[in-house]
């Protein structure tokens, strides 16, 4: 989904996104946590979390053609946020951060982690901005409000 923020002469066009999730269980993040291959249970286990996986994923792909799509043919310079349920390594973070700033990248520190459960390092929120703009800074709030650590940044347009 997507607002346009109009502020005197200017419009911004906000992308607030939530990609597919890999709709984990309890149980897989139980086991994702203690992994074993010594029962025939086990293996069942394994091929949920492999199954869950590529599910997410092929979707992910999908919606990021979309959203990259919708973000290429705004008129105006945007603003992409919110949970990509994916790493920076991740095609769909590759895809929607395509020709737009990182705010992490530019102005985050460390890890960056954003997700609260299954590893210590999982960035999968971010924040992505036109060209157009400058990224003044960039936080994670260190408070666990859900399952995700709120993150935010602060943009100047750009004076040419």
């Known amino acids: 989904q997507y607002v346009d923020i109009v502020k005197g002469e200017d419009t911004i066009r906000v992308f607030n996104i939530h990609l597919q999730s890999m709709k984990f269980t309890?149980?897989?993040r139980s086991y994702i946590d203690n992994p074993s291959i010594e029962s025939k249970k086990d293996l069942q286990?394994?091929?949920?979390?492999?199954?869950?996986?590529?599910?997410?994923?092929?979707?992910?792909?999908?919606?990021?053609?979309?959203?990259?799509?919708?973000?290429?043919?705004?008129?105006?310079?945007?603003?992409?946020?919110?949970?990509?349920?994916?790493?920076?390594?991740?095609?769909?973070?590759q895809t929607i951060g395509r020709g737009l700033q990182n705010a992490?990248?530019?102005?985050?520190?460390?890890?960056?982690?954003?997700f609260t459960s299954i590893s210590p390092t999982l960035r999968i929120d971010n924040i992505f901005v036109s060209r157009k703009y400058v990224i003044n800074q960039y936080t994670?709030?260190?408070?666990?409000?859900?399952?995700?650590?709120?993150?935010?940044?602060?943009?100047?347009?750009?004076?040419n």
Do not use: M, W
């Not at 792909?61 to 390594?89: H, L, M, W």
């Not at 992490?104 to 954003?114: I, Q, S, Y």
């Open 26 to 28: 309890d149980v897989n």
């Open 45 to 93: 286990k394994t091929k949920s979390v492999i199954a869950k996986i590529k599910a997410g994923f092929l979707k992910r792909k999908v919606q990021s053609d979309r959203i990259k799509t919708a973000i290429n043919e705004s008129p105006y310079p945007v603003i992409v946020c919110g949970d990509f349920n994916d790493v920076p390594n991740s095609y769909a973070y």
């Open 104 to 114: 992490f990248a530019e102005k985050g520190a460390g890890l960056g982690r954003t």
């Open 140 to 159: 994670r709030v260190e408070r666990k409000l859900s399952d995700h650590y709120p993150i935010f940044t602060d943009i100047i347009k750009k004076t």
